[in-house]
């Protein structure tokens, strides 16, 4: 690199003024219509409110929190949704990022028309998840009316019998897990087909002079490459997946026998349905807690690498 | 009448931030709790807008502009709700009504974020959800308001869903009716001797048994539909009539612990969720029409298409019998007055033209593409060809008929209305998820159990959710 | 990284022809290679798209034959019914009309993203190129904001912003300042080479003039990126407007489609029917980004 000289004093203060004007409406924004409302949850979940009510929140300390965490009346519900959180992550953040990966490998071609392909991958991602939802609510329906009954009836001559994919506990999870993995595969293939195209070039005419094989190409060239990419998108994909909502409220409501219930679900029907404020913001500041330490855990161990120029 | 606070539900309240306190309360408020506190309702005094009055009887002019809140649901319906509402404001010049549809699926939750000065002056609103939005402040009584006449005309099952305390609160057009339609040609088939009326009800072993001679005659291998596809309040509207035919209660004395989990209504449970094989998933809502399935367990709302579908070959029948006599649904959508507006008088206006028999024939007959529902007038009820003894939906009829008000529902009475009190969404979404964790496979008893504790705790939360006045 | 992506553009031209020497050298195989690919990923792309194409067919199709395994696919029965239908059942100011729920949730979702695009991208290039002090905190504050869900919020926000009920302004204002824009904004900008900016800088250039006259033209798919991500969150939201919108005149989309599926007779051809038209405007956003997004996104190289 050329030797740069050492940037002047001066433009560090110029720097401040720059930045507090450059971030001030953003975090005006941030401040009032997400800070302060979810310090107001942290409030309402010591609360006992009645959404809707004209009666005033009375106080309530943390028995809120000693009910979802201790109480097994409403703990049962909420540990559930905390492992179907958990199982439903763990599967879909390698799953789908393997599957986005392998895609992007596929596409990473010169090949003719592969702007077309990568449009088509990336349409699900376009689509409102609700709807996404109800589509895969008419593919999964049960007996013969239902799409993927019909496909694999076809595919095994008949001998695959039809199914109810949303309506048996066993197969609830595994359901909503394929609908997510197609609708978001098509966002992260295609920020890892760019960093894969970043990648240079004349690293694998090297390692091909070298007679190295495409494996070995894939080890030590394509994935220390695409690291910084990979930790981005697995670190998003998985924040994203906790929140998984919309899915289960349409597809199974949290069924059959609380196999897909999750922790947001819980919340919004209990400030909806139930109208139990108090109830949904505390299982909203638990998931928060929790997530925010996956996060750290995460970022700890996947530590990026930058350069620092 | 009682006070329901000063303020809307948009507001706490000045005076109710860190207010009264409960048994659970160990903490002594701090002073970083008072000023955190204090900062709260600050913020909250400035977000909130003015406080609303009291939900008093100031009926206003009589004259001018009102607001109406409708139901957007069945598309028949709504095209008569807005002829309606069209003729009314033709009609005459004093008032008049402008109309805005919400759709179904959003008026619970919309109303129920709406402070009662926002809200319209008119309001539709689901049966057993009158008392939370009397409980806000959303409505008002209307004893004063509307008229007599129109009151007397009102049939006896609608009266008792929606008065409370003595005082009626909502003017209704229609009725539900819930039963299970039968294609007779399939139940001869196999060979069933089915109810034909009040007199000869099935009990739940026959039914059960019935049940599993239709599945083996049908190549679906199913014999019932129970509209598992439906969402919402159709789980509780169609099944809690089960918990008192079963000869128990949902809450007796503000609790549900004991009644709604008795051994008679787990014996229920288990016979429900026994049915599970023969029940068709219904995802495409045409298990029935499409002869997948003999019996439909449903409202009075498909009869169209389904006397569409099978004509002559229907036969609408009562719901098994579990022990205290055949028990049935009622409620449905009502109009009631936001007195809390100040235009109580002009809205009652529109609430008797909506009562009168003109328009309750209109919108429950075929004419304007009608479902179907019971025509909730006495003078309407009696010129219907649907509901009169000879037609085909009489036995709806009958069985609003003998309502059990809201009285203890005893071996003769047929519809009970559903449980009558502002806590009335809690016992709903509760009681769903427990009867479909059960017809899963789940425990029934730990399922009934865990229900009727979570519906006490929450009932105790908030006081037993009283009504004053 | 600095190094791949300066050379990221070369090696692009490099590696491309480099395969091309490697394929020109041997026909044969390289045919069948060709064609193998395309045998490969022709079938797997249909597959992949069969539910949208499913549901283009069966917003044509009536309601009762939706649901019937294969026979949905014939062209049998096709009809805009569906289509006729929406606009009938919407038809005035009582039930609102489609194309009021069009133009409410285009004003409001393009407020949101160009507001958005603006306040959020300005405030990630200070936190990830600039240095100042409180630089960490409000970045470990952002950070932390990404993981708060909106769901969280809502009931919250709902009893702050009570008084402006009914209006556009409450749809958008509370969305045009995002968490997680900003931190894909962040991620970008710090991804960039320094080297970008520090002839600008010697050359005495202030951050404003650096951020539009460096850091703008470099950044195309990250806001191509943020702009599709943030148009679709708001085209689709829901859970916000079914609280604070009753006037059908002020309603978005996603509140009207609810006439479908919360009352039976549950009408499926008229659900996919709405379904076709709430996509379609996002369908066009993305066409005309897209060659922004990911061709940019290739050529410049976008990472974490």
């Known amino acids: ?309 | 009448m009682g006070q329901f606070g000063p303020n809307g539900p948009g507001c706490f309240g000045q005076a109710q931030i860190g207010g009264t306190t409960t048994e659970v309360d160990n903490v002594k408020p701090g002073s970083r709790l008072a000023s955190t506190t204090a900062a709260f309702a600050l913020l909250l005094a400035v977000g909130c807008g003015g406080g609303t009055t009291n939900a008093t009887v100031n009926g206003g002019s009589g004259k001018g502009t009102i607001v109406v809140w409708a139901d957007q649901s069945q598309s028949g319906q709504d095209k008569a709700t807005q002829a309606e509402v069209a003729a009314f404001n033709a009609s005459q010049t004093d008032v008049k009504a402008v109309l805005k549809f919400i759709p179904d699926a959003d008026l619970d939750k919309t109303t129920q974020a709406t402070s009662p000065k926002e809200l319209g002056d008119v309001v539709e609103v689901d049966g057993p959800y009158m008392q939370a939005w009397i409980r806000e402040g959303k409505l008002g009584p209307i004893n004063g308001l509307v008229s007599a006449q129109t009151i007397q005309n009102q049939i006896p099952s609608v009266i008792a869903q929606d008065t409370v305390n003595g005082k009626l609160y909502m003017v209704a057009q229609i009725d539900s009716g819930l039963g299970i339609y039968g294609n007779k040609a399939l139940l001869g088939a196999a060979g069933i001797t089915y109810p034909t009326g009040l007199d000869n009800v099935w009990t739940a072993d026959q039914f059960t048994a019935d049940l599993a001679k239709l599945a083996a005659k049908n190549p679906s291998g199913k014999a019932l539909d129970l509209k598992l596809n439906y969402q919402g309040e159709w789980p509780t509207y169609g099944f809690l009539p089960i918990v008192y035919s079963a000869g128990s209660t949902v809450m007796t004395g503000g609790k549900a612990a004991g009644h709604l989990d008795s051994t008679q209504v787990v014996a229920a449970a288990k016979t429900f969720a026994s049915w599970k094989p023969y029940v068709d998933a219904n995802t495409d809502d045409s298990a029935f029409v499409k002869g997948r399935v003999a019996m439909s367990w449903v409202g009075h709302w498909v009869y169209p298409a389904y006397s569409k579908a099978l004509g002559s070959n229907l036969v609408v029948m009562p719901l098994p019998d579990f022990g205290n006599g055949t028990k049935t649904g009622q409620g449905s959508i009502a109009w009631g007055i936001n007195t809390s507006r100040g235009n109580g008088k002009a809205a009652a206006k529109l609430l008797d033209f909506f009562a009168n028999d003109a328009n309750v024939t209109d919108y429950t007959s075929g004419a304007v593409d009608g479902d179907g529902a019971v025509p909730a007038t006495k003078t309407a009820l009696a010129e219907s060809t649907l509901y009169a003894p000879s037609g085909p939906l009489y036995l709806f009829a009958q069985q609003l008929n003998k309502t059990c008000g809201s009285g203890p529902a005893t071996k003769d009475c047929v519809a009970v209305p559903r449980p009558q009190t502002p806590g009335y969404p809690v016992i709903s979404s509760d009681f769903s998820a427990a009867w479909f964790n059960i017809f899963n496979g789940a425990d029934p008893q730990a399922e009934l159990t865990k229900a009727a504790q979570l519906i006490d705790t929450d009932f105790q939360d908030n006081g037993g959710y009283q009504l004053s006045g | 990284m600095s190094n791949a992506t300066i050379n990221g553009r070369r090696a692009l031209t490099l590696s491309t022809r480099a395969r091309d020497r490697v394929q020109v050298g041997r026909l044969g195989p390289s045919r069948l290679r060709i064609a193998l690919s395309y045998a490969v990923l022709v079938p797997v792309t249909i597959l992949f798209v069969s539910p949208i194409i499913y549901m283009f067919i069966a917003s044509f199709k009536p309601n009762n034959e939706v649901l019937s395994g294969f026979a949905v696919f014939s062209p049998q029965d096709l009809s805009l019914n569906n289509y006729l239908s929406i606009f009938s059942r919407f038809s005035g100011p009582d039930t609102g009309t489609f194309t009021g729920f069009l133009t409410t949730s285009l004003l409001v979702s393009s407020v949101t993203v160009v507001g958005g695009l603006a306040v959020n991208s300005i405030a990630a290039y200070a936190l990830a190129r600039l240095r100042w002090p409180g630089r960490n905190l409000l970045l470990l504050g952002v950070i932390a904001l990404v993981i708060v869900p909106f769901e969280a919020i809502a009931v919250p926000l709902f009893y702050m912003l009570d008084g402006l009920r009914n209006t556009y302004l409450v749809q958008f204002l509370p969305f045009i300042a995002s968490p997680f824009s900003i931190y894909l904004f962040y991620s970008f900008f710090a991804g960039l080479p320094k080297s970008l900016e520090e002839a600008a800088r010697v050359d005495g250039a202030g951050a404003w003039r650096t951020f539009f006259s460096i850091m703008l033209p470099n950044a195309k798919p990250a806001f191509a990126t943020v702009a599709i991500l943030q148009f679709m969150s708001s085209w689709s939201s829901f859970l916000w407007p079914v609280m604070v919108i009753d006037d059908p005149t002020v309603r978005p989309l996603p509140l009207a489609i609810s006439v479908y599926v919360g009352t039976p007779p549950y009408g499926w051809g008229n659900i996919m029917a709405f379904g076709v038209m709430m996509v379609l405007p996002m369908l066009v956003v993305f066409l005309i980004f897209q060659r922004w997004f990911i061709r940019s996104v290739v050529a410049s190289g976008v990472k974490g």
């Open chain 1, 1 to 309: 690199m050329l030797l740069r000289p050492k940037t002047p004093v001066a433009s560090i203060q110029q720097d401040t003024g720059a930045a507090v004007v450059m971030v001030i409406p953003a975090f005006l924004g941030l401040l009032a219509f997400v800070a302060v409302p979810f310090l107001l949850a942290i409030f309402l979940s010591t609360q006992n409110l009645h959404f809707g009510s004209g009666l005033g929140p009375t106080w309530m300390g943390l028995e809120q929190y000693r009910r979802l965490l201790l109480d097994p009346l409403f703990s049962a519900d909420f540990y559930r949704a905390l492992i179907n959180n958990a199982t439903f992550a763990v599967v879909v953040v390698p799953a789908q990022t393997g599957l986005a990966l392998a895609i992007a490998l596929l596409l990473n071609r010169s090949l003719r028309g592969m702007p077309i392909f990568r449009t088509f991958f990336f349409m699900p991602v376009v689509f409102p998840m609700a709807l996404v939802s109800v589509i895969w609510k008419l593919i999964y329906a049960p007996d013969d009316v239902g799409m993927l009954n019909t496909v694999l009836k076809v595919v095994s001559f008949g001998h695959i019998q039809p199914h109810d994919f949303l309506g048996d506990p066993k197969t609830a999870m595994a359901a909503i897990i394929v609908t997510s993995i197609w609708s978001g595969v098509g966002f992260q293939m295609v920020i890892l087909l760019a960093g894969l195209q970043s990648i240079s070039g004349s690293l694998y005419e090297a390692a091909a002079i070298d007679k190295a094989g495409k494996w070995q190409q894939f080890w030590n060239i394509t994935m220390p490459g695409l690291r910084n990419t990979l930790v981005f998108v697995v670190m998003v994909t998985t924040i994203l997946s906790l929140r998984l909502f919309d899915q289960v409220y349409i597809m199974t409501r949290g069924g059959p026998l609380n196999a897909t219930t999750t922790v947001m679900y819980q919340a919004v029907t209990a400030a909806f349905d139930r109208g139990n404020i108090g109830n949904a913001a505390a299982i909203t500041v638990v998931f928060f807690v929790l997530v925010l330490a996956i996060a750290l855990i995460q970022r700890w161990f996947l530590r990026e690498e930058r350069e620092i120029a």
